[in-house]
């Protein structure tokens, strides 16, 4: 079956601001530019998100399908998108079964913004299989901090932007900023299905947000069993990861990590050497 036709409908990620400083002084910075996108599906509306608009079609795909409102990339025929009355209008295939009954019950969750989803969080939680041999080792953690702190992006240029990235071992595949962590995260599992080409190697997640049970039950939808953190961790985050078999590494920054779940999907291959002792000098006699 074919992709879905999708636009391209990229708005500019920044908006340039004139601003005073604290010394009264006149200047111009740059600030994301956050928009509304309303999402209809056949023609019944849904949900509008705020996004930046850096890749839009991605951003629904991806909602529908971590939503689990759809199964599969099959079921949509095209995403269009219309910044002009910021709708987003998609057309299914075959129409979606029973969408007033399974969009009923919001639940409103700790994304930026307030995210939300529909129905249960914990639904067929347990029907997710992650891959048994996926491991991370030490030595590609570094290299994807290290990748993510290289990355120009509009959080350097204009901030309050989360950030989301995909990796094949320490290979960047795909790097997304959006307002909030959700959508960022959204956008990757939309562009994942469309990729005919991408290899099959092992994935790993990382994000600037921290691990709630949102990002943690999405990136297990998307099949990543290495989820890692610039971040920390919440309760419910830590209870989903240990449940589904994922790992989930936090507050990654430079060579400093906690590792909260699965440490077995780590491979220690960088050990730091320990800290020197300190000890102190001995009082002279008087």
């Known amino acids: 079956m074919p992709l879905p036709h999708l636009t391209q409908a990229r708005a500019p990620l920044t908006r340039e601001?004139?601003?005073?400083?604290?010394h009264g002084e006149r200047e111009s910075i740059f600030i994301p530019a956050e928009r509304d996108l309303t999402v209809y599906v056949d023609k019944r509306e849904l949900v509008t998100l705020m996004t930046l608009g850096a890749h839009p079609e991605w951003?629904?795909?991806?909602?529908l399908l971590n939503q689990r409102l759809i199964a599969s990339v099959d079921d949509i025929e095209s995403i269009t998108v219309d910044w002009e009355v910021g709708a987003a209008s998609v057309k299914t295939r075959h129409g979606i079964d029973h969408i007033e009954e399974r969009t009923s019950k919001r639940v409103v969750t700790t994304g930026c913004g307030q995210g939300s989803v529909f129905g249960n969080l914990m639904d067929e939680i347990d029907s997710i299989q992650l891959p048994a041999d996926m491991v991370l080792?030490?030595?590609?953690?570094?290299?994807i901090v290290n990748a993510i702190r290289l990355k120009e992006s509009t959080y350097k240029s204009a901030g309050s932007v989360h950030?989301?990235?995909?990796?094949?071992?320490?290979?960047?595949?795909?790097?997304?900023?959006?307002?909030?962590r959700h959508n960022a995260v959204d956008t990757i599992a939309g562009w994942m299905p469309l990729q005919t080409d991408l290899p099959a190697g092992d994935k790993i997640f990382y994000t600037t947000g921290r691990l709630t049970s949102e990002m943690v039950i999405k990136s297990a939808q998307m099949g990543v069993a290495v989820v890692v953190s610039r971040s920390g961790i919440t309760q419910m985050g830590l209870d989903v990861a240990q449940r589904v078999g994922?790992?989930?590494?936090?507050?990654?920054?430079?060579?400093?990590?906690?590792?909260?779940?699965?440490?077995?999907?780590?491979?220690?291959?960088?050990?730091?050497?320990?800290?020197?002792?300190?000890?102190?000098?001995?009082?002279?006699?008087?």
């Not at 601001?17 to 604290?22: I, K, L, T």
């Not at 951003?59 to 909602?63: D, P, R």
């Open 17 to 22: 601001v004139e601003v005073m400083n604290q």
């Open 59 to 63: 951003l629904v795909l991806g909602y």
């Open 137 to 143: 080792r030490q030595s590609q953690l570094y290299a």
């Open 163 to 180: 950030a989301c990235a995909l990796f094949l071992a320490e290979n960047l595949q795909l790097f997304v900023e959006d307002v909030g």
């Open 246 to 286: 994922l790992c989930a590494i936090g507050r990654a920054t430079n060579k400093h990590f906690l590792c909260y779940t699965h440490p077995e999907r780590l491979v220690l291959d960088a050990v730091p050497p320990p800290a020197p002792v300190v000890r102190e000098r001995a009082a002279s006699a008087s």
